[in-house]
């Protein structure tokens, strides 16, 4: 067995009991609070991982008003090696629940994995991955919660890699900062983020999936808002008089492409419009839309079609007025990392020691590293092996967890040679 394979399985344990332990934290993250972090939750577990990182023999672990956990790994070369910095998030998507997560531990043989009385199942079909996976161990869920692996793994490997590396001082390496987030899902994962003051001159997201896999290039994204308002009357009266805005509304939905511009029809690098929200009654209703697209003059696009689209239904009923909202909520990281190539460069290079062939594919999403990105911390992105995250079929394989953390120690090295 190769000294990386052994390290892989080493800390592939430790990462996968760091994992079950922090799954059993119920961080989903709240778009409509007010506050930051959006959920208590997510600060029990912050709170811990401070701790954890203390425990580990980072000194200056500390936890700031916004929730941000960070800490330093310090350098064990004299030369001026770069200061890098691994983030991951705490909390979970808003699609199913993240509450009484109970993860099951299984080797896998093939076929069908059934998720306990849930009546959910993860399909070879379904998750093609999975066909690389017989005769390793997983972890699922029990079909009633996500599991949280997005980003929880990410955590977990964070965490395996730094603790390894603060008993090998041995090992050559430059500074290396830690930081934890709260409220990525929601697209504002590292708005209060002092990066000026963080101090380090590149980062890296552990947030992808596919074991090899890392990303310089993401979504753009943007969302859309639309507030209906219709006429409201007793419905005893409501002849003539009546404007439904749950109809008008169905009358935005029923006017998007079944063939096109939408998450279930688009692959690669085609964008879309997805309908994320809906809330209201007859006489109000809000309907939010996220549209994404690795072009920023193709995202102008798909908003500017969500507000004809508005346009369209108001100008058919004049008794109706629909208001609409757009902001950005992240750009490609793509401009950004084309001037660093070495970020990518030397990921490659960390990826091939622990005996993977590295693959760079482009997010059909975002990450705090477009934020990131954006505010001056050029940052790419690398794998978990988690995958189908946002649903209860989420599954991660732990030996890709091992070297998901040995990568993270690999690429400490790298940046000090």
């Not at 996500?146 to 793994?153: C, H, N, R, T, V």
């Not at 805005?245 to 998450?263: F, T, Y």
């Not at 660093?340 to 705090?368: F, M, S, Y």
Request: charge should be negative.
């Amino acid at each position: 067995m190769s000294t990386e394979t052994t390290l892989a399985a080493r800390l592939a344990e430790d990462a996968a009991e760091r994992f079950l332990r922090y799954v059993r934290f119920d961080t989903q993250s709240d778009e409509e609070s007010d506050t930051y972090p959006s959920t208590d939750g997510q600060l029990v577990l912050l709170r811990l991982l401070r701790e954890e990182l203390q425990q580990a023999g980072l000194a200056d672990a500390a936890i700031d008003e916004h929730g941000y956990v960070t800490a330093t790994l310090p350098a064990t070369v004299e030369d001026a090696a770069p200061t890098i910095a691994l983030f991951a998030h705490v909390d979970t998507a808003r699609e199913v629940s993240g509450a009484n997560v109970s993860p099951q531990r299984l080797r896998y043989d093939g076929g069908e994995i059934q998720l306990g009385d849930s009546g959910q199942a993860i399909r070879p079909e379904q998750s093609p991955e999975l066909a690389n996976h017989v005769g390793h161990e997983l972890i699922t869920t029990d079909g009633t919660t996500l599991l949280g692996a997005d980003d929880k793994a990410g955590i977990a490997e964070i965490m395996a890699a730094v603790a390894y590396l603060a008993t090998q001082p041995e090992i050559p390496h430059g500074p290396v900062k830690v930081a934890f987030n709260p409220d990525e899902e929601i697209g504002r994962g590292v708005v209060h983020f002092p990066v000026d003051t963080f101090g380090a001159a590149l980062a890296y997201t552990v947030d992808g999936s596919t074991a090899g896999e890392l990303q310089a290039e993401t979504f753009s994204g943007a969302q859309v808002r639309m507030r209906i308002h219709g006429r409201s009357i007793h419905p005893g009266w409501a002849k003539g008089e009546l404007v439904n805005a749950i109809k008008l509304a169905g009358e935005i939905l029923g006017r998007l492409p079944d063939d096109g511009r939408s998450p279930e029809t688009t692959e690669g690098r085609e964008g879309y419009v997805h309908p994320v929200f809906l809330e209201g009654d007859s006489s109000e209703v809000e309907l939010r839309f996220i549209a994404r697209d690795f072009e920023n003059d193709r995202l102008a696009e798909h908003v500017a079609f969500l507000r004809g689209l508005a346009e369209e239904v108001a100008a058919a009923e004049p008794r109706c007025s629909i208001e609409v909202e757009d902001r950005i909520q992240y750009l490609n990281t793509r401009d950004g990392l084309d001037q660093h190539p070495e970020i990518i460069a030397n990921l490659e290079e960390a990826i091939r020691r622990v005996g993977l062939e590295p693959k760079q594919t482009a997010i059909r999403g975002g990450t705090d590293g477009s934020a990131l990105t954006e505010m001056g911390l050029p940052t790419a992105n690398i794998f978990t092996g988690g995958h189908d995250a946002h649903s209860e079929r989420e599954w991660i394989c732990i030996e890709d967890m091992g070297l998901a953390a040995a990568t993270l120690v690999e690429l400490a090295k790298v940046w000090a040679e």
